[in-house]
């Protein structure tokens, strides 16, 4: 949530997010164990942040992080729940290497 909100950032050369992106922790589709979640609470979490199924038809809903590593997470735990995210897989790195690129801090 500090890297999504711009506080800080310790890789890559600016802070922040790509505007309209909403924040949702990989760990957060986790259960104690490190498994997902039930479906439904996994439902429940991506509608919270206006993911639901069949929200990507046309242009996909897309998942992201520093890297792309746990990114894919989400993308896992969405299928789990029905739910189609596509990743993009350079991530806040790739997106925050272009100057040209907006960026957003806060919520």
Same mark, same amino acid.
């Given at each position: 949530? $500090?890297?999504?909100?711009?506080?800080?950032?310790? *890789?890559?050369?600016?802070?922040?997010?790509?505007? +309209?992106?909403?924040?949702?922790?990989?760990?957060?589709?986790?259960?104690?164990?490190? &498994?997902?979640?039930?479906?439904?609470?996994?439902?429940?979490?991506? &509608?919270?942040? =206006? *993911? $639901?199924?069949?929200? +990507?038809? +046309?242009?996909?809903? =897309? &998942?992201?992080?520093?890297? +792309? *590593?746990?990114?894919?997470?989400?993308?896992?735990?969405? $299928?789990?729940?029905?739910?189609?995210?596509?990743?993009?897989?350079?991530?806040?790195?790739?997106?925050?290497a272009d100057p040209d690129n907006p960026v957003a801090t806060g919520e």
């Amino acid at each position: 949530p $500090e890297r999504f909100r711009g506080e800080l950032e310790p *890789v890559d050369p600016v802070a922040g997010h790509i505007p +309209g992106a909403v924040n949702l922790p990989s760990t957060s589709v986790l259960d104690d164990d490190g &498994a997902f979640v039930a479906p439904e609470k996994l439902r429940a979490r991506f &509608a919270k942040r =206006g *993911v $639901e199924p069949g929200a +990507g038809a +046309g242009a996909p809903t =897309g &998942a992201y992080c520093g890297s +792309g *590593v746990t990114a894919a997470v989400l993308v896992a735990a969405a $299928e789990a729940a029905g739910i189609e995210l596509a990743l993009f897989p350079g991530s806040w790195s790739q997106w925050s290497a272009d100057p040209d690129n907006p960026v957003a801090t806060g919520e």
